[in-house]
């Protein structure tokens, strides 16, 4: 039986777009779940399993992306992720010493 493939769309809401830090941060959350996910800009394609694909994206702030992930954890870790983006992946929060 084929498992449905689900989406969300997110907005990249840290100050300087989809970076190293940002890219690890999908990376080690992404790999938590039971599932693929790639995220999607425009036409392009990358793997959260793929630094370099996500880094090509060259997503700047503001940007819509979609995030496409099948499995059977999928609907969980789009919901962890679309928290991820919108927190900015953390990079203004007190407690990690990030701007």
Known sequence: MDQPRL???VTVANRTGLHVRAALAIYNLARQFQ???E???DRQRASAGDMLHMLSLGANPG?????EAIGPQA???LDALAELFAAGFHEDDPQTGRR
């Open 7 to 9: 989406t969300r769309t």
């Open 35 to 37: 599932t693929q996910v």
């Open 39 to 41: 995220i999607v800009m």
């Open 63 to 67: 940007q819509e992306l979609v995030l």
């Open 75 to 77: 609907e969980q870790a």
